[in-house]
C-alpha cells in the first residue's frame, strides 16, 4: 500500500492584512446582529474545533497521522475540568494546567512513537487514543466514566456572548501561532520530513526530534481547545473525544484540503457549522454530511481550498490571455 | 468465548482481504456488518420469509452491495489513502442513518436461529450457540481453503506481496479485487445477521466489531492470513477472561496498553511483514 504525501505548499500566501483585518471587524460586531444565543453557541463550538483541526493539521504536516487528536482534547478537559471541580482551581489556572498536561503526554508518547512512521504511527495514535478513552472510564470516581462529568466551573458565567469574545482572541493567535510555525523554520522542517525522511535525515534534520516538537505543539492546542471546551459546556463525556471524534477532524482537513492553512477552517465551516444550522431536518442531518463529504471527495481531490485555489489560477489564466490577445 | 472469537476473526478476515488485497483501510466494514444484521432482521420479521432464507438472501444482498462498492467508491481513489478513508466514513454516515430513519435508534432483537438446548451429560451448550460456530468455524475454513487453493484466492496473495508484479504476471486485479470485495462483505453479512440473533441488534453495533477487527489484522500482521487467526482466539479468550480479574474499563486499559508496547517493538503484528 502506497502512504500517499499530501503536497503541501511552504509559502507564506496569507499576507493579505486589510482581508484579515476586515474579517476580525466583522467578526468583532458579529454578536450585536445575532440575537440568538444557539446560534452564538454553535459560532463558539466552530472555533473551538478550528483550534483543535487546525493543530491535527499542524501534526499531519510532518506526515503523521495523529488518530489519537481526539484523545489528547480529552487529556486537556478531563485534567482541567478535575483540577477545577475538585480540587478548587480557578478556571484561569486550571485551562494553561490542562494544556501543559496535554503537551506533557504528548512530548512523552512523542519519544517512543517516533520510531514508527505512516501506517504503524497511524494504529499505535489509534490504540493510544483508545488507551485515554479506557482509563477515563477507569477511574469513573474522578471522571464520572461514561456518564460523562458534570458542574464543571464556568469561565465566564452562563451568557454566550463573553465565551464569543474570549473564543474569537483565543483562535486568533492559537491560529497566528500556527500559521508563523507553518511558514517559519519547523514548518518548514515538517513538510522536509514528510516528503521523505531519509532525505531530511541526509540534510542533517533530526527527525525525532521535529516530529516530537510537531506532537507537542498539535497537543498543546489540542489541549487548550479541550479545556476551554469543558469549562464553556459545562459537562464532557467521552463521546466527544472517541476514536470516531478524531476521523471526523481528519474529514474536516480532507474536505477543506490537506495542502492549505484554511483547508481545515473550511472543513469545520462546511461539516460542522452547516450541518448545525439545518438542524430541524433532525435525524436526516447525516444525510448532508454524507453528501458533502461524498460530493468533495468524487469531485475535488485537493479538496474545497484545492478546488478554489484552481479556479483561482485559471481565472488569472484567462485574465492574462484575454489581455495578450487584445494587445495586437 | 469461542462464538466470539469466530465471529471476530470472520469480520477482520474480510476486513484483512481488502486491506492488504486492495489497499483499502474499509472502515464501513462495521457499517456493512450491522446493516446485514437489520437486513435479515426486516426479510425474517417484518416480511416473514423463513429465517434461513433471509441469510442467504441478505448475504446476496450485501454482496451485491459489495459489488457496487468496488466499483463506485474504491476503484477511483485506489492508492490514496486519506480519500479512501474519507469515502468510507461517507458510506458509514449514509448506512447508519438509513438506519436510523427507517428502524429507530433503539436496539431490536430477532429471534435466534436455532432454538433448545443441547444436554451432553453433565455439560448443556444452547443450540444457537453450538450453531452460530459451526457455521463460523466452516466458513472461516471455506474461506482459508479459498485463498489457499483456488486461482483467484492465490491471485489475490500474489496482489497483497506486489501489486506491480501482479499485474504484470497478468493479473486482472479489477476483477480480483472485486471478488476480495464481495467475499469480504458476504462474511460480514454472514457474521452481522448470526450476531444479530445472538446478542441484540443496534444502529452502532458496528463500531465494535470494527474496533476488534482492527486490533485483529493490526495484531495479526497485516498481510498475514494466519496471524488473524491467532490473534483472534487470543482476544476472544482476553475478551471471556480478563472481566473476571479486573472491572471491564480496566481490563481494557490493560488491553490497549499490552497492544500499544507490542505495536512499539514489532509494529508489523505477530506474523506480518513490513508494509511500505
Known amino acids: ?328 | 468465548m469461542l462464538i466470539l472469537s469466530a465471529m471476530y476473526i470472520l469480520v477482520a478476515l474480510g476486513f484483512a482481504l481488502l486491506f492488504s488485497i486492495a489497499g483499502i483501510l474499509h472502515v464501513s466494514h462495521g457499517a456493512i456488518y450491522t446493516v446485514s444484521g437489520y437486513i435479515c432482521w426486516q426479510l425474517s420479521q417484518a416480511a416473514g420469509i423463513n429465517q434461513w432464507l433471509a441469510l442467504v438472501l441478505t448475504v446476496l444482498i450485501v454482496g451485491s452491495f459489495g459489488l457496487f462498492l468496488e466499483r463506485f467508491c474504491f476503484r477511483p481513489f485506489t492508492g490514496d489513502f486519506d480519500r479512501s478513508l474519507v469515502v468510507g466514513i461517507g458510506i458509514i454516515l449514509i448506512l447508519q442513518t438509513t438506519i436510523v430513519v427507517t428502524v429507530g435508534q433503539e436496539s431490536r432483537s430477532m429471534s435466534p436461529f436455532v432454538a433448545g438446548i443441547l444436554n451432553a451429560g453433565p455439560v448443556s451448550v444452547s443450540l444457537e450457540r453450538l450453531v452460530t460456530f459451526a457455521i463460523g468455524a466452516a466458513l472461516l475454513g471455506v474461506l482459508v481453503w479459498f485463498i489457499n487453493n483456488t486461482k483467484p484466492g492465490l491471485q489475490m496473495r500474489a496482489m497483497s506481496q506486489d501489486l506491480q508484479g501482479a499485474i504484470m504476471q497478468g493479473i486482472n486485479i479489477n476483477r480480483v479485487s472485486a471478488i476480495a470485495v464481495v467475499i469480504a462483505c458476504a462474511s460480514a453479512a454472514v457474521a452481522g445477521c448470526l450476531m444479530g440473533a445472538y446478542i441484540n441488534l443496534n444502529p452502532f453495533m458496528g463500531d465494535v466489531v470494527l474496533g476488534k477487527a482492527l486490533i485483529l489484522v493490526i495484531l495479526g500482521g497485516m498481510g498475514s492470513m494466519t496471524g488473524i487467526f491467532y490473534a483472534g482466539l487470543l482476544l476472544g479468550a482476553l475478551d471471556a477472561t480478563l472481566p473476571v480479574f479486573f472491572s471491564g474499563s480496566v481490563a481494557e486499559v490493560i488491553a490497549m496498553g499490552a497492544i500499544i508496547v507490542v505495536l512499539l517493538f514489532r509494529p508489523t503484528g505477530f506474523l506480518g511483514r513490513a508494509i511500505a
Open chain 1, 1 to 328: 500500500m502506497k502512504w500517499k504525501l499530501p503536497y503541501l505548499s511552504t509559502r507564506g500566501n496569507m499576507a493579505k492584512p486589510g482581508f484579515w483585518a476586515g474579517l476580525l471587524i466583522i467578526l468583532l460586531v458579529l454578536p450585536l446582529f445575532i440575537k440568538s444565543p444557539y446560534l452564538i453557541h454553535i459560532i463558539n463550538m466552530t472555533f473551538i474545533y478550528i483550534i483543535l483541526t487546525v493543530s491535527f493539521r499542524t501534526i499531519m504536516t510532518s506526515g503523521q497521522l495523529p488518530l489519537a487528536h481526539a484523545g489528547f482534547m480529552g487529556i486537556g478537559a478531563y485534567v482541567s475540568a478535575i483540577a477545577a471541580k475538585w480540587f478548587g482551581l480557578t478556571p484561569w489556572l486550571s485551562i494553561p494546567l490542562g494544556a501543559l498536561v496535554a503537551m506533557g503526554v504528548g512530548i512523552l508518547i512523542g519519544y517512543p512513537f517516533a520510531r514508527l512512521r505512516a501506517v504503524y504511527y497511524a494504529m499505535i495514535s489509534l490504540f493510544f487514543g483508545m488507551l485515554i478513552l479506557s482509563a477515563v472510564k477507569a477511574f469513573a470516581k474522578w471522571t464520572g466514566g461514561a456518564a460523562g462529568l458534570t458542574a464543571i466551573p464556568p469561565l465566564l458565567g452562563f451568557s454566550k456572548v463573553p465565551y464569543y469574545y474570549f473564543f474569537l482572541g483565543l483562535t486568533a493567535v492559537s491560529l497566528l501561532v500556527l500559521y508563523r510555525l507553518e511558514i517559519s523554520r519547523p514548518g518548514v522542517t515538517w513538510k522536509a520530513i514528510a516528503q521523505s525522511h531519509l532525505v531530511a535525515a541526509s540534510v542533517g534534520i533530526n527527525e525525532a526530534r521535529y516530529r516530537i516538537i510537531a506532537s507537542a505543539i498539535g497537543c498543546l492546542f489540542a489541549g487548550i481547545a479541550g479545556a476551554t471546551y469543558a469549562h464553556y459546556n459545562t459537562v464532557v463525556g467521552t463521546t466527544s473525544f472517541s476514536f470516531m471524534a478524531t476521523i471526523m477532524l481528519l474529514i474536516y482537513v480532507v474536505v477543506g484540503g490537506v495542502g492549505s492553512f484554511i483547508g481545515p477552517i473550511v472543513g469545520v465551516f462546511l461539516l460542522m457549522t452547516v450541518p448545525e444550522l439545518l438542524r430541524e431536518l433532525r435525524e436526516y442531518v447525516p444525510y448532508i454530511s454524507a453528501a458533502i463529504v461524498l460530493i468533495v471527495v468524487f469531485l475535488m481531490p485537493k479538496g474545497v481550498t484545492g478546488l478554489v485555489k484552481s479556479f483561482l489560477s485559471w481565472l488569472a489564466e484567462l485574465w492574462k490571455s484575454r489581455r495578450t490577445s487584445d494587445a495586437p
